[in-house]
């Protein structure tokens, strides 16, 4: 369990080496971190493939990004998301490769719509997914 939240100087760099150095990482907590971006991610998702639980947000990180952690985190269950980048396109990968997810709180991200919940619906995630948290999100 690593809990990195609310540390303003917390790069993409942090994230390469935590994904370098901790292959067995369960959880991280990485919210409130403005210089996060989309490479650290992925190399943090594909170097920590036990990854279980994972709450990021700030930065840079846009759908490359949250594509690439659905690419990596076979094992996935529960994925806090606060990057208000993120689209429909992201919420797709994750549920047609994130299987195992069980919660996915993707509150307040403005670009999503409904087309999200249907991709939800529709992909791997519909017979593992529990809790649901999509408020504030919508562009209906």
């Known amino acids: 369990d690593l809990d990195l939240t609310g540390l303003p100087l917390i790069t993409g760099r942090t994230l390469r080496w935590v994904g ?3 292959p067995g990482l369960l ?3 990485a919210l409130f971190c403005p210089a996060l971006d989309d490479e650290g991610l992925v190399a943090m998702a594909r170097g920590c493939p036990r990854l279980e639980e ?19 985190a076979h094992h996935l269950k529960r ?4 990057t208000p980048t ?3 396109a992201a919420i ?11 919660a996915l709180d993707a509150r307040d ?10 991709a939800l619906a529709g992909g791997q995630a519909r017979n593992t ?8 999100s919508f562009t209906l």
Request: charged share 20%; aromatic share 2%; net charge negative.
């Open 79 to 82: 994925l806090v998301l606060a």
């Open 20 to 22: 370098a150095l901790c």
């Open 27 to 29: 959880s991280l907590r």
């Open 92 to 102: 797709f990968e994750l549920a047609s490769k994130c299987g195992s997810l069980e």
């Open 54 to 72: 994972l709450e990021v947000g700030g930065g840079a990180l846009t759908d490359a990004g949250i594509t690439g952690l659905a690419q990596a």
């Open 129 to 136: 997914l529990r809790a649901l948290s999509l408020g504030g």
């Open 86 to 88: 993120v689209t429909d």
């Open 109 to 118: 991200l403005p670009l999503l719509t409904d087309r999200a919940v249907e």
